[in-house]
């Protein structure tokens, strides 16, 4: 029997876009700045290829501009570099993303290195995780995570003091998931595949967030009663008809039975992350321009 609330990721999603397109239209006609958004794909990757098509829409649903950069799979490192040069200096330009995985002669960090910091919208450069992890002003919190945190907060009223555990520790997902919870005054735990007893860790949360590419791999009887679960994993798993189907790292059926509150997979983090690219724009444009963002979802 389904007991928690189903985070729905889909309306949530809306409530932000609605505001970053008030958000758009206001620095339109107050300050006469139409923002734009620079996405750099590389390569043939079909999974890639969606997610920049529909950042692309996303972009255009806003009224922001999107600048799409197609690169052929071979192109050389220097030729990318010199790109991300050139949208850096592009005054039409707020906001530079580049869909990662790219192929292996090319390095991600030295991408991610070139990015202008003010532009990196994604707030995957060392200066944007540095303010993230010391908690100074100013940082580019990641979109995923920054999604996250969005649900957690619909759901959690204070979270001051709640025992969270991240499950994952990747660079764009889980730390920074989890610098987030502690600078809310949660009790943090990152568990990872060295985690002893990762059961017993997850039955301690009060926030339990998954983020580890592991099909259902959150039972039931992991979750503390009544917790708030987000799962951030998207996994491509065979049906019994042959076909496939998108799941989570967490069992959602088991979950739904003893969750206070669980994120469906489709439909829970990923809208949120695509909203949380568009609400970065704007946030990156108006400090660019020396503007106070505006409050968004
Ligand atoms: N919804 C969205 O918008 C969105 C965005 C980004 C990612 N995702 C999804 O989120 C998931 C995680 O992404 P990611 O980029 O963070 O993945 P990642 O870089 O592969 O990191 C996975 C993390 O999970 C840990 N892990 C793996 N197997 C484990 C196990 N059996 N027990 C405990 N920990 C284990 C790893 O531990 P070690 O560090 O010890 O290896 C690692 O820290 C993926 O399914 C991805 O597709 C979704």
Not at 29 to 57: M, T
Not at 204 to 224: E, F, S
Request: charged share 25%.
């Amino acid at each position: 029997m389904t007991t928690a609330e189903i985070i729905d990721g889909r309306r949530l999603a809306d409530e932000v876009r609605g505001t970053v397109r008030n958000a758009v239209r206001n620095l339109k006609d107050g300050h006469q700045l139409d923002l734009g958004l620079a996405v750099v794909l590389v390569g043939d990757d079909a999974a890639s290829a969606v997610y920049v098509r529909n950042k692309g829409k996303a972009c255009e649903d806003s009224g922001i501009r999107s600048f799409e950069h197609r690169l052929p799979a071979d192109v050389r490192e220097e030729d990318v570099l010199t790109l991300i040069a050139g949208l850096n200096a592009d005054d039409r330009v707020h906001g530079i993303l580049v869909q990662l995985p790219l192929p292996p002669q090319i390095s991600a960090e030295a991408v991610i290195d070139a990015i202008d910091p003010a532009k990196d919208v994604d707030g995957f450069h060392i200066i944007n995780t540095g303010r993230l992890a010391i908690g100074t002003a100013g940082a580019m919190v990641p979109c995923t995570p920054g999604g996250c945190l969005i649900m957690i907060k619909k759901h959690v009223a204070d979270l001051a003091g709640q025992r969270a555990l991240v499950l994952g520790r990747s660079n764009i997902v889980g730390k920074p998931i989890a610098q987030l919870l502690l600078a809310e005054n949660c009790t943090v735990t990152m568990a990872h595949s060295k985690t002893r007893d990762l059961a017993d860790e997850c039955r301690r949360a009060d926030i339990l967030v998954a983020a580890v590419g592991r099909p259902r791999m959150v039972a039931g009887d992991w979750i503390k009663p009544g917790a708030t679960v987000i799962d951030v994993g998207i996994n491509r798993v065979e049906t019994e008809d042959g076909g496939t189907k998108l799941v989570g790292d967490v069992d959602f059926n088991a979950a739904a039975e003893v969750a206070g509150a669980v994120t469906p997979v489709p439909g829970g983090v990923g809208p949120m992350t695509i909203a949380c690219l568009l609400r970065n724009t704007v946030i990156a444009a108006c400090r660019q321009k020396g503007i106070e963002p505006p409050a968004m979802g």
